[in-house]
C-alpha cells in the first residue's frame, strides 16, 4: 500500500537538511596541544625522570607524546626524546644513556594533526663521577712476613671499581706505586693477604679502589710484623782437654727483639738444645766465649751455640769435638825440709787429675836421679791438691833424688826431680848439715870433732908456746872459748889434716883441687883457679853467710856458709880477726914449699877467694868434703 507524505513532513525534512549543510560548511580546524614539562628527578650519573602534562590536545588526538633533551637549549623531537604512549593528562619519562656532570635541557612535547607542541624548557645537570669511598680493614693473622687485611668498599663513585686490594710501604700513607695485592673488583668487602716482609717492621696499610675517575684510598692503618728468632754461628772448638773445651757463637742479628739469654749447649747425640746441658753467657749480640766443662774422657760431643729473644731460641751451626783420653796426672815436687841423718820431708802438688781419679801418690828416691815408684817410696792417700810426705830409712851424708808421683788410669806421672842431702855426723855426736855444690857434697859448717875417726883423741892445745912448737896433731877453740867452738867449730893444725882421717869416714878434708872444682862451678875462671893470691870475683862473696861477717859482703848463694871465725898465728899462738877473716885448710902441701899447707882464706870486705900456703901449725878451720 502506498503512504502518503504530508507538506508539514517535508517542510520539516528541508529545515534540517539545510541546517546541516550550514554546519557542516562552518567547523574549526585543530590546533597544536598545550602542555608543561615535568621537573626532573631522580637524576643519576646517566638517567633522570621527568615528563609532562598535556591539558589540551588543541582539537585533536594526541598521538604521540615524551620529551626531548640535549645539552642545547630547545631540544625538540629531531633530536633525543622519549616515546611515552600518546594521550592527554600526566605521562612520566625516564631518560638513560646520559654523561655524568653533564647540563641537559629538556621540553615535554605532544603531537596532533596540528603538530608538534613543546613544553617549558628545563634543566637539570647530571651527577658527577667520584673517586670511591671505602675502609681499610682492621689487620689480623699478623706474623714475622705476613698480615691480613682488607676494606669495604661503600660507594663505587658512580663509575664501577676495576680494581681493589692494599697497598702497603714502612712510610705513611702507601700507594699502588708501593707493593700492593690485587683482589678483584666491584663494591663491597674484600680481603687481602700481604705477605713478604720483613720481621720486625712497622708498616702502614690503605686499602684502595680504582674506577675511571682514579684510585680512593681507605684509612691509614698500622702494624708491626713479629720479631723472629735470632741468626747465630758456632765459634770452633778449641782448648780440648779430657773434662772442657772452649767454644762460643756470633750472633749477627737479633731478630728484631733483644737477645736476652746466650751461651752454648752439647750433648752426645747430634743436636743438642737448652733443654739440656748448656751454658749461660750473658746477653745482647755479637760475639760470645763458653766455657764447657764436666765433659768426660775421650767421648764425641756435639755443640750449638744458642740465643734467645722474645721469639724464641735459634741455634748456630752444629760443631762436634772429642775430648781427650785420660793422661797421667800434672804434679810438682815440694822442696825437702826438715832433713835429717835418716830422713827428710817433701811431698808434691797435683794441680790436673787429667781426667783420672789419683789412686796413689807419695813421692819417690834413690841415689842415682830419676827415681820411679820402682825404688823407694812414700804412699800418702789419694786425689788432687797438695800433700807432705816423709821419707825415711835414708844414708847419712848422702845425695838423693827425689820425684812426687801420682797415678790414675792413664799411668803414673811424676814431679820435677829435687836434690838433697842427709846430715852427716862425727864420733863427738855433732850434726852436720850438708849442701850440694855442683858434682860436690859439702858439709855445710865446720867440722867440731875432738876425735879422728879411729876414735883416737886429738888433743886440746891451749898454751901458745906448745901450740907454735907442735908436729903432731891439734885444735882449739878461738880464744880457747868453747862456745866460740860450737858456733865457728875448731882449729886444727895442719899436722890433724895430715892424718887423713880427721873428716868423718866417708868424708875428707878437701884437696887444692877439690876447692877448685868448687871453684869452678861458682864461675872462677880456669887462668884464675891456677893462681895464687886474691882470685875470682865473686866467689868468695857466694861462700860467705851475712850475719858472721863485718862488714859483709856475702850472698851465700852457694849454701857454703862459711863463717868469719878468724884464725889462730902459727907464729905466737894468737888469735886474730873473728869476724874479719876465715881461713880452711886444704890437705895438699904447697906447691913450692912442702912445710906448709895450702889454704882457703875470705875477708869479710873482699868478694874474692886467697889461695896461698902457711906453716903447718896455723890453727885454721875444717870443711869435710864427701868421698
Not at 661503600?154 to 708501593?178: H, L
Not at 855426736?429 to 886429738?458: C, E, F, H, P, R
Not at 912442702?594 to 870486705?605: A, E, F, P, Q
Request: with cysteine.
Amino acid at each position: 500500500m502506498k503512504r502518503k507524505i504530508s507538506i508539514y513532513t517535508l517542510f520539516l525534512a528541508t529545515i534540517w537538511i539545510s541546517e546541516v549543510i550550514f554546519l557542516t560548511g562552518c567547523k574549526k580546524d585543530p590546533v597544536l596541544a598545550t602542555l608543561t614539562t615535568t621537573d626532573a628527578t631522580e637524576v643519576t650519573i646517566i638517567s633522570a625522570k621527568t615528563g609532562g602534562n598535556i591539558t589540551a590536545n588543541g582539537g585533536a588526538e594526541v598521538t604521540a607524546r615524551g620529551v626531548c633533551w640535549g645539552t642545547t637549549t630547545q631540544p625538540d623531537i629531531i633530536g633525543l626524546h622519549t616515546s611515552d604512549d600518546k594521550g592527554n593528562g600526566v605521562f612520566t619519562s625516564s631518560l638513560a644513556g646520559l654523561t655524568p656532570g653533564t647540563t641537559y635541557f629538556i621540553r615535554a612535547f605532544a603531537s596532533n594533526e596540528a603538530g608538534t607542541a613543546y613544553g617549558n624548557e628545563v634543566t637539570f645537570v647530571t651527577i658527577s663521577l667520584v673517586l670511591p669511598v671505602l675502609t681499610t680493614t682492621d689487620i689480623t693473622g699478623i706474623t714475622s712476613s705476613s698480615a691480613v687485611t682488607g676494606g669495604n668498599i661503600t660507594s663505587d663513585g658512580g663509575a664501577p671499581v676495576t680494581e681493589r686490594g692494599v697497598c702497603w710501604s714502612a712510610s705513611a700513607n702507601p700507594t699502588i706505586g708501593n707493593d700492593k695485592t690485587s683482589n678483584g673488583s666491584g663494591s663491597g668487602s674484600f680481603t687481602a693477604n700481604i705477605s713478604g716482609l720483613n720481621y720486625a717492621t712497622t708498616y702502614h696499610v690503605r686499602a684502595f679502589a680504582t674506577n675511571s675517575v682514579g684510585t680512593a684510598y681507605g684509612d691509614d692503618l698500622t702494624f708491626t710484623t713479629l720479631a723472629v728468632t735470632p741468626t747465630l754461628s758456632t765459634a770452633t772448638l778449641s782448648s780440648v782437654t779430657y773434662s772442657s773445651a772452649v767454644s762460643g757463637g756470633n750472633i749477627t742479628n737479633n731478630g728484631g727483639a733483644p737477645v736476652t739469654a746466650r751461651g752454648v749447649c752439647w750433648s752426645i747425640t747430634s743436636g743438642p738444645a737448652v733443654t739440656g746441658f748448656h751454658t749461660t753467657d750473658g746477653s745482647g749480640s755479637g760475639s760470645f766465649v763458653s766455657s764447657i766443662t764436666n765433659l768426660n774422657p775421650n767421648t764425641l760431643y756435639y755443640v750449638r751455640a744458642y740465643a734467645t729473644n722474645s721469639t724464641g731460641t735459634s741455634y748456630g751451626n752444629e760443631r762436634s769435638f772429642t775430648t781427650s783420653q785420660v793422661s797421667a796426672p800434672v804434679l810438682t815436687t815440694s822442696p825437702v825440709s826438715s832433713v835429717t841423718l835418716s830422713g827428710a820431708a817433701s811431698g808434691g802438688n797435683i794441680s790436673e787429675d787429667n781426667g783420672g781419679n789419683i789412686t796413689e801418690r807419695g813421692v819417690c828416691w834413690n841415689t842415682s836421679g830419676n827415681p820411679t815408684v820402682a825404688n823407694s817410696k812414700t804412699s800418702d792417700g789419694t786425689g788432687t791438691g797438695p800433700f807432705t810426705s816423709t821419707i825415711t830409712g835414708l844414708a847419712a851424708g848422702t845425695i838423693y833424688y827425689v820425684r812426687a808421683y801420682a797415678t790414675n788410669i792413664g799411668g803414673t806421672a811424676y814431679g820435677n826431680q829435687v836434690r838433697f842431702s842427709t846430715s852427716a855426723s862425727d864420733l863427738d855426736g855433732n850434726v852436720y848439715q850438708t849442701v850440694i855444690i855442683g858434682t860436690q857434697l859439702w858439709m855445710q859448717s865446720d867440722l867440731k870433732t875432738t876425735k879422728l875417726n879411729d876414735n883416737s883423741a886429738i888433743p886440746n892445745v891451749i898454751d901458745d908456746t906448745t901450740w907454735v912448737h907442735l908436729t903432731t896433731p891439734g885444735y882449739c877453740w878461738y880464744d880457747d872459748n868453747p862456745s866460740y867452738g860450737s858456733t865457728f867449730g875448731m882449729l886444727y893444725n895442719f899436722y890433724t889434716v895430715e892424718t887423713a882421717i880427721l873428716c868423718p869416714s866417708g868424708w875428707h878434708v878437701p884437696t887444692d883441687g877439690d876447692f877448685k872444682v868448687m871453684e869452678l862451678y861458682l864461675g872462677m875462671s880456669q887462668t884464675d883457679v891456677d893462681n895464687s893470691g886474691w882470685r875470682g870475683t865473686t866467689q868468695g862473696a857466694q861462700l860467705k853467710n851475712i850475719s858472721t861477717w863485718s862488714p859483709s859482703t856475702g850472698t851465700n848463694t852457694s849454701g857454703f856458709t862459711a863463717l868469719g871465725g878468724g884464725y889462730r898465728w902459727g907464729v905466737n899462738g894468737s888469735y886474730n880477726d873473728l869476724g874479719r877473716v876465715g881461713y880452711w885448710w886444704s890437705s895438699t902441701l904447697h906447691w913450692s914449699d912442702t912445710t906448709k899447707g895450702v889454704y882457703r882464706r875470705l875477708d869479710s870486705d873482699k868478694n874474692e877467694i886467697y889461695r896461698e900456703g902457711v906453716i903447718k901449725v896455723g890453727g885454721k878451720f875444717v870443711r869435710c868434703l864427701k868421698n
